[in-house]
């Protein structure tokens, strides 16, 4: 198992490309469009939507600065608030199951959520007192449906179940952006019951005369199964050399999983923490941002409980991230 | 007589994550990653003060333009993944 955890990890490719583009700069709500892809090894899926951005600051033409006290900087600072809600669907145009840090997708799927932005700026008088920080604080919901075949008994006859998952992610980060400093700690608790196939088997007929049996068939002999598991996860990406492109993303979590077809992830089943140390690459280019190369390193163990894994896994990931979207770190 | 104002502050090499310009002591724009701004402004003296975050050395462009004059049309890059640029116009 450890193995099959390895080289599944190392396989793994991340590819996240959003894109937003605010209609109208002048309005204080801006309707974008969201537009998201990821692939992973072979799974992928398109997430496409609309947000709508409400409290951006008007800058009508004509406008003109009201304070007008001579050379005194603003002493105070300027709260700054800024709400986004989006509604998207997600729709996989590979197979399986997409993994990211924030949720997991199955089929097709309907999301929204919100965030709201809050900043505090104040002009400064140079490079050592700019402070561009700011924070975000989120909710996101994923409900999806899916149906499943599978052949009870490895007879011939098919039974197919529909199911609905859903998962549901509070997050908050919060971003220190000053001279020769950044850093973001942030927290995310998702709760996910996402229903999923369970592993195709082989069915090896009967043995005739002189030959052995061979597998005819493979397939899923059981219904699928839905393991409700909660997961708290913290991450800390800091600019160790600020002059680089670089930063590192050291983040650990932990997963309570319930059983099958639970509700709670609380009842015990299983646990798993995971520690992962990112080192992010972010390449000079021109006119996108957020353009993001990432490798991390992790290890899995078992906390309590019994998940079918081996008690300690290791491997490798790997993710790339193109955005133009304004929250996103 | 109050003068026509345009800046516009876009990303030229790297990863820009904000912008943030003030006229006059005033917030007008905040945004990411490109950010532009038209307005009127005094006949006098007017500080102008662009704030940009990014990562690491990123190169940011700054073009301002009175009465659709250019004063300024010119790279800058960050240091230690923040710049401030100040003019008086």
């Known amino acids: 198992m450890c193995s099959r955890r390895l080289s599944s990890a190392l396989g793994m490719a991340l590819v996240a490309v959003c894109a937003t583009a605010h209609a109208d700069d002048s ?32 800058h009508d033409d004509g406008a003109q600065p009201t304070k007008t006290d001579g050379d005194t900087p603003a002493v105070e600072p300027v709260p700054r608030e800024v709400g986004r809600v989006f509604a998207t669907v997600t729709t996989p145009f590979g197979s399986g199951t997409v993994v990211r840090i924030d949720k997991n997708t199955s089929d097709w799927r309907l999301n929204f959520g919100g965030d709201l932005l809050v900043k505090a700026r104040r002009e400064p008088t140079g490079n050592d007192d700019a402070d561009l920080s700011w924070a975000r604080y989120g909710l996101a919901l994923s409900v999806g449906h899916a149906e499943f075949g599978y052949f009870p008994g ?41 229903y999923a196939a369970s592993g195709a088997v082989g069915v090896v007929g009967p043995a005739l005369p002189g030959v052995a049996g061979l597998v005819t068939r493979t397939i899923s002999i059981a219904p699928p199964d839905a393991t409700p598991a909660l997961v708290a996860r913290f991450s800390l990406p800091f600019a160790l050399w600020p002059s680089s492109q670089v930063l590192l993303g050291p983040s650990v979590s932990h997963a309570f999983s319930g059983r099958d077809r639970g509700l709670s992830p609380f009842t015990g089943d299983s646990g798993r923490i995971e520690g992962e140390l990112w080192v992010y690459y972010f390449p000079k280019q021109k006119g ?17 409980g019994d998940d079918g894994k081996d008690r300690t896994s290791f491997g490798a990931l790997a993710e790339l991230r193109i955005t133009t979207e304004l929250y996103e770190y | 007589m109050p003068r026509n ?23 007008v724009i905040d945004q990411a990653p490109t950010a532009t701004w038209s307005g009127k402004i005094p006949s006098a003296p007017t500080p ?36 401030v640029f100040k003019k008086t116009v």
């Open chain 1, 27 to 58: 309005a204080a709500l801006a309707l974008s469009p969201r537009l998201t892809a990821t692939v992973t090894n072979g799974k992928e899926a398109i997430e496409a939507g609309i947000e709508l951005t409400i409290g951006q600051p008007k």
């Open chain 1, 154 to 194: 490895a007879g011939f006859d098919q039974s197919t179940e529909s199911h609905w998952s859903l998962s549901g992610t509070a997050h908050a980060i919060w971003v220190h952006a000053r001279h020769n400093e950044k850093w973001a700690p942030q927290l995310a608790l998702t709760y996910d019951r996402t």
């Open chain 1, 288 to 304: 996108l941002t957020n353009v993001r190369l990432g490798i991390s390193p992790f290890v899995s163990v078992l906390t309590y």
């Open chain 2, 5 to 27: 104002l345009e800046i516009e502050v876009s990303a030229a090499a790297g990863a820009i994550d904000e912008c943030v310009v003030w006229v006059n002591h005033s917030l």
């Open chain 2, 48 to 83: 102008i003060t662009v704030e940009v975050d990014g990562i690491g050395t990123s190169v940011y462009h700054v073009k301002i333009a009175i009465d659709g004059a250019v004063i300024t049309d010119a790279d800058h890059a960050l240091e230690g993944g923040i710049d």
